[in-house]
């Protein structure tokens, strides 16, 4: 069955340190995004891509860097980890927009920053 | 940011009884959809209704879409206590993409 997996599922770094988050799916989609999930603020857009070496900023995304080599992977970095994004990362992938944009995500990261 | 707003923020209701929540957006879209997230668990797609659509279900869920008041309702009839959950509205506008604007959430608790 298609599916859509993020290593690791918890990560503990110190202030500084860089992070690569993973993200690969199944489902051939051309369309992945990157979002963050605080308390109060619900899900926020970090980067997002629309196919292989398109990537685009949301409305997050400074600290943080995309690149889409492929179909099925968009590793998200972050360049030097800050306190501020101790957060639950989840990655999300869809067909083009005419198929509707329904989104599947992937289970989560829970990442610490200390 | 955050374009969906959701009604109410948390709700708590007994087994068997009906859920409702609100969500309003506050451009034009192309359609909404509501997801489901389980703690700890990341994000399920439980239904979507185009912006020509008013009413669409789907088992136990209804969802309603009110365009000229930029609102929509999910509607969950004889709820579970496995209907534990916080559901998101998200809006989706094909001029910006694939993206999609999720609203904050409204967290639902079923008391069996």
């Known amino acids: 069955d298609a599916e859509i997996t993020q290593s690791p599922r918890h990560k503990i770094t110190e202030t500084g340190r860089q992070v690569t988050l993973a993200c690969h799916q199944t489902?051939?989609?051309?369309?992945m995004f990157w979002y963050r999930q605080d308390l109060g603020h619900g899900l926020r857009l970090i980067h997002y891509?629309?196919?292989?070496?398109?990537?685009n900023k949301g409305e997050v995304s400074d600290g943080y860097s995309v690149s889409r080599s492929n179909t099925e992977d968009l590793p998200l970095t972050l360049e030097s980890a800050a306190s501020s994004q101790t957060s639950v990362y989840f990655c999300?992938?869809?067909?083009?927009?005419?198929?509707?944009?329904?989104?599947?995500f992937g289970p989560g990261t829970r990442l610490t920053v200390l | 940011s955050q374009q969906g707003e959701e009604d109410p923020q948390a709700l708590s209701i007994q087994e068997g009884e009906n859920a409702t929540m609100n969500c309003s957006y506050k451009?034009?879209?192309?359609?909404l959809q509501w997801y489901r997230q389980n703690s700890g668990r990341g994000l399920v797609h439980l239904i979507l209704?185009?912006?020509?659509?008013r009413e669409k279900h789907s088992g136990r869920l209804r969802v309603t879409l009110d365009t000229s008041k930029k609102s929509s309702s999910l509607l969950i009839t004889a709820s579970r206590a496995a209907d534990t959950a916080s559901y998101f509205c998200?809006?989706?506008?094909?001029?910006?993409?694939?993206?999609?604007?999720f609203g904050q959430g409204t967290e639902l608790s079923v008391k069996p």
């Open positions: 891509s629309y196919g292989v070496h398109d990537t």
């Open positions: 489902w051939n989609h051309n369309n």
């Open positions: 998200a809006t989706a506008d094909y001029n910006q993409g694939g993206k999609l604007i």
């Open positions: 209704i185009r912006s020509n659509e």
């Open positions: 451009t034009s879209i192309n359609n």
């Open positions: 999300a992938s869809s067909r083009d927009s005419r198929f509707g944009n329904e989104q599947f």
